[in-house]
């Protein structure tokens, strides 16, 4: 059996028995370790860094933090204890990669293969962009999109657009979005972007940049590499290049967290069949189970709070199983009567996985 890779020291704090580590900058939250309780806890939250992680000292004095901002009427530098009086607000969200998914892919694109586990629902708090917009004066005009920068030190010896994580999300996206200092309670760990995070609810895990160190109103998309060319919907067999779709928006999307293959010995009778439903842009309106692998559908019932609709819902079908092989799939509709479909849109890095055939599990039950 393959040995289970260590945590690497700034998630050393994390659940090492819940997660799956892929390499020292992608962590996986196992399917089995979800729970039924909505809020991710953060030690159980997956991980995904594209460079190396900054020095534990950019989270020493939080409150030192500076953010620049460009493209407003005042653009100028604000330390986050300047952006705690500007406002605040809290909103719960699906944090989600946009490579999730990515391991059902027959085509085995490159990038980490995660399955359902490179997502999570978490509450964030911080100031509005739209407020901090505000005290310096609002966008300036031209300013189509909002350009995040993430506070990395780059590596030497690079063209710094070809690593640097600078990505664009078009200017409607600043609605919603929060500058985020608080993560589930806490300040925000160094390992999911303390001090400062820009949060852009619905959006795919990328555009939601750590240690963020500037923000930016700008006529045009960044032209750093992990925009231009990175995180395109690209036709399978070709490149990304920037006349493809950004990932961008999430679409409804559910799978099943129990019961599952690995849990072995599902005893035959009554069970709770139960997993996680979101809508992306939209809250679920509702989500459907099949225990016949999709041949036929029953209504999921909808357990727990409902934390808005950028959070996902629990769902649970109580079902009897008589002994044998049961193939259990889930499939949800957004508030706005979309379906979760059943293929998965095909393309060159495996994102956007939204298949419910490529999520269903299949059990024996004895
Ligand atoms: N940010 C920064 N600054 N850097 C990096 O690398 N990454 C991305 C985001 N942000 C990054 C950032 C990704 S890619 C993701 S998913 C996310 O983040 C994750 O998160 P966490 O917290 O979980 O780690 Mo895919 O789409």
Redesign the pocket.
């Known amino acids: 059996a393959p040995v289970a890779k260590p945590l690497p020291g700034y998630a050393g704090w994390k659940k090492a028995d819940a997660l799956i580590v892929h390499s020292s900058t992608t962590i996986e939250t196992r399917r089995g370790a979800f729970g039924t309780s909505v809020i991710t806890p953060s030690d159980q939250?997956?991980?995904?860094?594209?460079?190396p992680t900054p020095p534990e000292s950019i989270v020493a004095d939080r409150d030192a933090w500076q953010l620049q901002v460009e493209g407003v009427r005042q653009p100028r530098s604000l330390s986050l204890r300047e952006l705690k009086s500007l406002g605040l607000e809290t909103v719960a969200m699906v944090?989600?990669?946009?490579?999730n998914g990515r391991a059902f892919f027959p085509s085995k694109p490159s990038g980490t293969a995660w399955t359902v586990g490179?997502a999570?629902c978490v509450i964030w708090s911080g100031v509005p962009v739209r407020e901090v917009v505000k005290a310096l004066g609002g966008v300036s005009d031209g300013g189509l999109y909002m350009t995040g920068t993430?506070?990395?030190v780059l590596p030497a010896g690079l063209d710094p657009k070809s690593v640097i994580?600078e990505r664009s999300v078009p200017l409607s996206a600043m609605e919603d979005a929060l500058l985020a200092w608080e993560m589930n309670g806490e300040p925000i760990p160094l390992?999911?972007?303390g001090p400062l995070r820009l949060i852009v609810p619905g959006y795919?895990?990328?555009?939601?940049?750590?240690?963020?160190k500037q923000l930016a109103f700008t006529p045009r998309e960044s032209e750093a590499h992990i925009m231009s060319h990175g995180?395109r919907i690209s036709p399978p067999g070709s490149k990304g290049d920037p006349s493809q779709p950004s990932?961008q928006e999430m679409s409804v999307k559910s799978w099943i967290n129990s019961p599952l293959p690995e849990d072995g010995g599902q005893a035959a009778g009554l069970v709770q069949i139960h997993g996680v439903a979101f809508g992306g842009m939209d809250a679920v309106k509702g989500v459907e189970v099949s225990t016949d692998g999709g041949k036929s559908w029953q209504a999921a019932r909808l357990v727990g709070p409902d934390l808005g609709k950028y959070a996902w819902r629990q769902f649970v079908l109580q079902a009897r199983l008589p002994k044998g092989t049961h193939v259990l799939a889930s499939r949800a509709t957004d508030a706005r009567g979309r379906v979760q479909p059943e293929t998965r849109g095909e393309n060159q890095s495996g994102y956007n996985n939204t298949s419910w055939a490529d999520h269903a599990v299949t059990v024996t039950v004895a």
């Open positions: 939250l997956y991980v995904r860094n594209n460079l944090l989600q990669c946009s490579g490179a999570g993430g506070g990395e994580v390992a999911h972007g795919t895990g990328v555009n939601n940049i750590k240690y963020i995180y990932v």
